[in-house]
């Protein structure tokens, strides 16, 4: 995991660029010397689906998760709202989830960042040019982790399959392609502040987004079909989709939702 308190903990980012097939040797598991050390004095980024993983798995609603468990920022360059995880005040910066005997309490829905450590996911964080296809990754290597003296050597590819992140990246691509689209295009162009606030409920705020969709006018700016809007009224995983490729129409004017209006634009 990425790490913003030095004094915590020294974090390093090997500059080499993974691709799927690349090998490491890396291996985590209870007996550890250094077993949740890696869930203290961290930097968290969280995805819109870590988001309504972790909500569901509490029981609470949107807007009791981002007020109790998350800090807001602006990503540097994309100039649009992030979501990272709100550590606690004591004297490790702990994350509220992890327990010294126990590990992470929340393990099955842990964020994609815990998953990925140690890899680091490479669209969200580099800051040059970047195309569709130039999904790549790196290695952050903590000072105090111990797993890579374990002997067990993996791809990329193995990794991704293991920690469950495949699928998890598979939503969220709509999110990823938003903010990678807005980093490749000139700094000087810049979304409003209502696009920033839509990006913001669409990607973080599935409960509002839902609230926005179903109790609004809003569909009837839409040429959908019966099958698409039950689809959307019945899983957020849909309704999270759905709305990436809205807000992909409404900044870039591009995909397959074919908007009636523009007054949403402005
Ligand atoms: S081996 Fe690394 S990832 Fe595993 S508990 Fe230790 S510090 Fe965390
Ligand atoms: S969510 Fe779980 S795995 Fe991730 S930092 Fe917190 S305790 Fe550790």
């Given at each position: 995991?990425?790490?913003?308190?030095?004094?915590?903990?020294?974090?390093?980012?090997?500059?080499?660029?993974?691709?799927?097939?690349?090998?490491?040797?890396?291996?985590c598991h209870k007996g550890v010397k250094c077993f949740t050390k890696c869930c203290r004095g961290i930097d968290i980024m969280l995805t819109p689906y870590d988001i309504l993983t972790m909500k569901k798995r509490l029981d609470i609603s949107s807007d009791e998760f981002l007020a109790l468990y998350t800090d807001i920022r602006l990503l540097e360059k994309a100039d649009m709202p992030v979501v990272t995880l709100k550590l606690l005040d004591d004297d490790q910066k702990s994350c509220p989830f992890v327990r010294d005997e126990e590990g992470c309490i929340i393990y099955e829905d842990r964020p994609s960042t815990c998953r990925y450590?140690?890899?680091?996911?490479?669209?969200?964080?580099?800051?040059g040019q970047i195309n569709d296809n130039d999904a790549f990754f790196f290695m952050v290597k903590e000072s105090h982790?111990?797993?890579?003296?374990?002997?067990?050597t993996w791809s990329v590819a193995?990794?991704?399959?293991?920690?469950?992140?495949?699928?998890?990246?598979?939503?969220?691509a709509g999110w990823t392609d938003l903010i990678?689209?807005?980093?490749?295009?000139?700094?000087?162009?810049?979304?409003?502040?209502?696009?920033?606030?839509?990006?913001?409920?669409?990607?973080?705020?599935?409960?509002?987004?839902?609230?926005?969709?179903?109790?609004?006018?809003?569909?009837?700016?839409?040429?959908?079909?019966?099958?698409?809007?039950?689809?959307?009224?019945?899983?957020d995983v849909e309704l999270l989709k759905f709305g990436f490729e809205w807000l992909k129409s409404l900044f870039f004017e591009e995909g397959n939702i074919n908007i009636t209006g523009d007054e949403l634009r402005n």
């Amino acid at each position: 995991m990425n790490t913003t308190n030095d004094t915590e903990i020294k974090s390093e980012v090997i500059p080499e660029q993974l691709g799927n097939t690349s090998q490491f040797r890396f291996q985590c598991h209870k007996g550890v010397k250094c077993f949740t050390k890696c869930c203290r004095g961290i930097d968290i980024m969280l995805t819109p689906y870590d988001i309504l993983t972790m909500k569901k798995r509490l029981d609470i609603s949107s807007d009791e998760f981002l007020a109790l468990y998350t800090d807001i920022r602006l990503l540097e360059k994309a100039d649009m709202p992030v979501v990272t995880l709100k550590l606690l005040d004591d004297d490790q910066k702990s994350c509220p989830f992890v327990r010294d005997e126990e590990g992470c309490i929340i393990y099955e829905d842990r964020p994609s960042t815990c998953r990925y450590y140690p890899l680091g996911m490479g669209a969200l964080s580099y800051a040059g040019q970047i195309n569709d296809n130039d999904a790549f990754f790196f290695m952050v290597k903590e000072s105090h982790c111990l797993g890579f003296q374990e002997e067990k050597t993996w791809s990329v590819a193995d990794w991704r399959e293991d920690q469950g992140v495949n699928v998890r990246d598979e939503v969220n691509a709509g999110w990823t392609d938003l903010i990678v689209k807005k980093k490749t295009i000139p700094a000087s162009i810049k979304l409003t502040e209502k696009s920033k606030q839509l990006f913001f409920m669409v990607c973080y705020n599935i409960d509002k987004f839902k609230r926005f969709v179903f109790e609004s006018s809003f569909l009837e700016k839409f040429s959908l079909d019966d099958d698409r809007i039950e689809a959307i009224r019945n899983d957020d995983v849909e309704l999270l989709k759905f709305g990436f490729e809205w807000l992909k129409s409404l900044f870039f004017e591009e995909g397959n939702i074919n908007i009636t209006g523009d007054e949403l634009r402005n």
